[in-house]
């Protein structure tokens, strides 16, 4: 009983804690592990990744999509939780948490801790909620009957929603991925196991199969759900089709109801972000299924999670904007109202939790299992969305044999098949989209329009896959030079600047919405350009072929100033971009000059470090004739002052104090915010304090870019304070440039500093009322300084090191901000212009940069995009 009472959640933690967890830790000993979930209020930005078209107006097709959204959300996981972080690592030294692990997919970390951890964890601000790890389940078939002998030809079922009709004109899933979340399956079942994608050579099993209880990387089954869920969705073997897009390749997660051991929200949790991409590369979208069926559930009526559970959603939409549709089973709990599962009871868009009803044979009558709607979350929401066949479902089973079972789970795999088939008639299809057609297109069964037992009704593929290919149309064709194939030719349209490059026959296919006419440039460095304009009548695809004129150089040349002094800038890299040409340097009297291939307009950039780069857009080059461009850049901050402390203090403090004394500053959120560190001279880094600091990851990215920093020498000087880096974070690699050691955790409180005698600080002394007084103790070695003490017990609190002397550094266990004065940045100033500074930095580096048309003369432009490859003369 006392235990129990230990465990109570706090007042505080009201409606943070679930109530599942809730009744959980009233039962649990103090001493024990709880497994948790704990999301966090932050979101990712995922606007980038959405469909539509970016900021320059290029459409983005999937692939750009996948590699915009993984990148955002893994970003944002480094950056939000790094708090989090830093207090479960402390918690877990002193036994208060056992492990832990951070997602990307959603803002959030597993953790197993002691109730009292938890209810700490519960009065974060940050956090939105703490839920129990709670096991998952099936939606189990209601009944399930072996079948000895195969059936000739296709499955009823698939023949309902009009499958075949798709497979006549071509589309069988070929080349496209799919994926389930389930118990498995059997990879040498001979309908299913030669299009595992784990087969395909230079593919590695751990990218196509997942399995967090064993690790194995070959698919198998623990079950037969998964193995059957999988047949209907893409099982095949002559003669006899039972699979939806039976020439799909298939991937698994087998974390749904093992026999061997629960799976839980947090397998589930890894399998949406395993699913999103399981090769670990942002880059690359082959990996990537188009679909993963869902048929799993918790029931509000059995397992006491209650309607419109939030749990999944941000995996959900995560694993969506990574480019994979989610669609779900409704549930098998039957005619009355409001029986749907959750997560499928989600009603926050029309498809984000996509559920799928279940039909009798014949496909016109709902099954009595089926779950009905409207929705737990609002009482109102219709659901489900869509219905198929689930009552009879004859499907693969492990042991290369077959059976027929019954359940909604039986319905959600014939729809996942749907998309797959809506893919292969277009790759670059949005999940949203695809989700939205097979509304539009469905059958409409029951009560006239939508309805809580059909949704729209029975899925119609035939009718879908015309949907999709209506949205279609584009121009196609190929270019060629003096007669002859080019590869790497531009084809763009001049409306929305979408392009499309050209292969090496020449091939090129430059998707554009149909039912328009459009200005068409191609192009080819070294070839006259030529526009056409082409109208695309509605799905149609309009061959366009282009026949380029060699063309004749033309010069560009110019001068470099400095913006302010006027005088000229030697060694600035001035580079034609997306052409072969090499990038040429300015001379000490900032002259530059290159032979340009004429009959064209080009971006042509700018760059050194110590300037702001810049990009003047459309310069023209006419034909043996020499075109001038005078440019001036403007000189770029020195200092940049990076702070992500969820509870800053210190940011403003040190930017106001150089700001007040004429120096331009840089306040950045995310450390890559402008470009490479090499351009600064300082570098001010504020993770903040106990309990609230931010964790830069071992050998993560932020932890190498501040290496490179210090690599560049030029008399650099990095300064970092944090309450737990210290002591928490040794594996770092930016930690050895610092030469700090003997730290101890939290040593004593700190109410003033004093300089060290034989320093710069030496005779300084400071009242502190930082935001956290309880702070560690570190220790200079390799010829660093103690330069700052905490007299309540003698004990360091900062260490200067000028070794070796091309660079400083300056590392502190309290904040700056907690000091109320500037003397100390005076000293640190002082310190750093003895030693020389970095106003001219070591180039081959990546900026931000600004861009000016043609016969612009304002100098000031807005920030906004990456310039590749840019940097200053080599020696």
Known sequence: MAGALLAAPSQSSAGVITPELDRFLYGAEAEEYVPIIVHLRDKADLAAASPGRSKRGVVLDRATRHEAAVLAMKAHASRSQGAIRSLLRRRRSEGGVDTFTPFWIANALYVEALPEVINELAMRPAVASISYDTPIELVEPVSEQPTKNAAAGAESGLKDINAHLLWALGYTGEGVLVSHLDTGADANHPAIGDRWRGHEPDVSPAESFFDPVTNWTFPRDSGSHGTHTMGTICGMTPGDTIGVAFDATWISAAVIDRIDLNRTMADAILAFQWSADPDGDPGTVDDVPVVSSNSWGFSPLYHGVPHCDDAFWDSMDGAEAAGVAIVFAAGNEGSGSKTLRTPADRITTSTNAFAVGALRPGSETVASFSSRGPSGCDNTTIKPEVSARGESVRSSIPGNGYATMSGTSMACPHVAGGVALLYDINPDLDPARAKEILMETAVDLGSTGEDNTYGWGRIDLLAAGQAVAAEMGGIYGVVSGDSFPLEGARIEDLGSEQFALSDSTGGYVLSVTPGATYDIRAGSYGYRQEVTSVTVPPETFVEVNFDLEASVDGTLSGTVTDSQSGLPIEGVQVTVLDTPLAPVYSNPLGAYDLNVAGGAAYDVSFSKLAWEPLVVEDVAIVEGQNTSL??????????????????????????????????????????????????????????????????????????????????????????????????????????????????????????????????????????????????????????????????????????????????????????????????????????????????????????????????????????????????????
């Open 630 to 875: 005078d440019v001036s850049l403007d000189p770029f901050p020195t200092i940049l002052v990076w702070e992500p402390d969820p509870t800053p203090i210190s940011g403003s403090f040190i930017r106001g104090y150089f700001e007040n004394r004429g120096q331009n500053v840089l306040v950045a959120g995310n450390l890559d915010e402008y470009g490479d560190l090499r351009q600064f001279a300082k570098v001010f880094v504020c993770l903040g304090m106990s309990p609230n600091a931010y964790q830069i990851d071992p050998s993560g990215p932020e932890d190498l870019a501040l290496v490179d920093f210090l690599e560049a020498g030029g008399g650099r000087l990095l300064y970092i304070e944090g309450g737990d880096f210290w002591a928490f974070d040794p594996a770092t690699q930016i930690r050895s440039y610092f030469n700090i050691a003997g730290v101890s955790d939290g040593a004593d409180d700190l109410f003033q500093v004093v300089g060290a005698p034989g320093t710069p600080t030496e005779g300084m002394s400071f009242a502190y009322g930082g935001e956290n007084r309880f702070v560690d103790r570190i220790s200079p070695e390799g010829g660093a300084k103690a330069i700052w003490y905490n007299p309540n017990g003698s004990w360091v609190v900062g260490v200067l090191n000028t070794s070796p002397s091309d660079h400083l550094t300056i590392g502190q266990s309290f904040e700056m901000g907690g000091l109320g004065s500037t003397t100390m940045l005076a000293r640190i100033s002082h310190q750093l212009s003895s030693r020389g500074g970095a106003d001219s930095c070591p180039g081959g580096a990546s900026h931000r940069f600004a861009r000016r048309r043609a016969g612009c003369t304002s100098h000031k432009a807005k920030r906004g995009e990456v310039l590749p490859g840019c940097g200053d003369a080599p020696p």
